[in-house]
């Protein structure tokens, strides 16, 4: 997995279009400091290619998680947001302008350290 940097946060989203129309194809909580998040989104890197992206949260302080048998249902029309705030990280389902909106998502997670890696759509 590759850090994602809070310098690349707006490159990476702007890559796959805040994931918008994409979908969350699973959340695992790995252990109660790390939840892996795994999308799928068009990649404008690779002539918009359907890819998967695989993200891990660490130093997790806060979440709320779905069961993956509810992730059919969540509206991605407005794609995702990750922001960074006080050297956190935060990860919320639809446009969310800083911490506190995020939890106001569907799932959410705030974190310390955040990692990816490009799969197979």
Do not use: H
């Amino acid at each position: 997995m590759k850090p994602l940097l809070a310098t690349e946060l707006k490159k990476f989203l702007q890559r796959f279009d805040n994931f918008k129309g994409g979908e969350i194809r699973s959340m695992d909580v790995i252990k109660p400091t790390t939840i892996v998040i795994t999308l799928a989104g068009q990649d404008s890197a690779r002539g918009f290619d359907w890819i998967s992206i695989t993200m891990e949260f660490s130093s997790v302080i806060d979440a709320r998680v779905l069961e993956n048998a509810k992730l059919n249902y969540i509206d991605m029309s407005n794609g995702i947001s990750i922001i960074n705030e006080n050297n956190l990280f935060a990860f919320g389902i639809d446009e969310c302008y800083n911490i506190s909106s995020t939890k106001n998502s569907t799932c959410f997670v705030i974190c310390g350290d955040l990692k990816f890696k490009e799969g197979a759509f």
